[in-house]
């Protein structure tokens, strides 16, 4: 079986530019979540999305950040503007339903850098 | 709110002997699951074993046993037989039902296994 897919694996871009993932999650999987993952910070929930709906975005750092889920079998994270400390590596995962001892399947990550 | 503590950054372990990984947790809602993931040098997130707050018994899934105690709010991985593809970054991560379908993750402890 397909797992989470994440496009591109690397991202190299200047800042100010917009830079866009991509996450195409597991078949069936009706919960999808973005995470950031950084040195300093560690591993951080950015927003999740319950069938196609965001329920909580409140990890999302500013209005330069947006996501998107436009149907079950895609989202998107775009950075509008870019800066420097946006660079880190970016997980899409996804989960059945509730959580419960469903485990998120994450996909394996971009690796963002802005010069 | 909830919060999880990996209190050990790093350590060595021998191959083939068991080692175990520190996590414990606060969190006032009864109704909570407890994960660990291990993430290799390459960078993916793989999901090894769940623990649920109601479980009568401790999780186990091959290799991989959790040392639930939950009077003392902690969830230790034990890892037996240690083997050179163990050496990763393990990270432990708590659900809430009272917080959706959010995992909050811990610091990471990162495991070098020597031959």
């Known amino acids: 079986d397909a797992g989470v897919i994440q496009s591109p694996r690397h991202e190299v871009t200047e800042m100010g530019q917009e830079v866009t993932l991509r996450c195409k999650p597991i078949?069936?999987?009706?919960?999808l979540f973005w995470y950031r993952q950084t040195m300093m910070r560690g591993l951080e929930l950015l927003i999740y999305?319950?069938?196609?709906?965001?329920?909580?975005d409140s990890g999302m750092p500013e209005d330069r950040f947006s996501a998107k889920m436009p149907n079950a079998s895609f989202s998107t994270l775009k950075i509008q503007p870019s800066e420097p400390r946006d660079s880190a590596v970016y997980f899409c995962?996804?989960?059945?339903?509730?959580?419960?001892?469903?485990?998120?399947?994450f996909g394996d990550g971009t690796r963002l850098s802005i010069l | 709110a909830q919060k999880i503590t990996q209190t050990q950054p790093g350590m060595f372990v021998q191959e083939k002997e068991a080692v175990t990984l520190d996590c414990t947790y606060d969190?006032?809602?009864?109704?909570?699951?407890l994960f660990w993931y291990k993430q290799p040098s390459s960078g993916e997130m793989i999901f090894l074993i769940y623990?649920?707050?109601?479980?009568?018994q401790n999780a186990t899934e091959g290799r991989y046993s959790l040392n639930f105690q939950k009077a003392r709010k902690s969830a230790n991985l034990v890892i037996s037989a240690s083997q050179l593809g163990d050496s990763a970054m393990y990270f432990c991560?708590?659900?809430?039902?009272?917080?959706?379908?959010?995992?909050?993750f811990g610091g990471g402890t990162r495991v070098l296994v020597k031959p």
């Open positions: 995962a996804s989960s059945v339903g509730q959580l419960d001892n469903q485990p998120q399947h």
């Open positions: 623990q649920g707050s109601y479980d009568q």
């Open positions: 991560a708590m659900w809430v039902r009272a917080a959706g379908n959010k995992l909050t």
């Open positions: 999305f319950n069938n196609n709906v965001p329920i909580d």
């Open positions: 078949s069936g999987h009706n919960s």
């Open positions: 969190t006032s809602d009864p109704s909570y699951g």
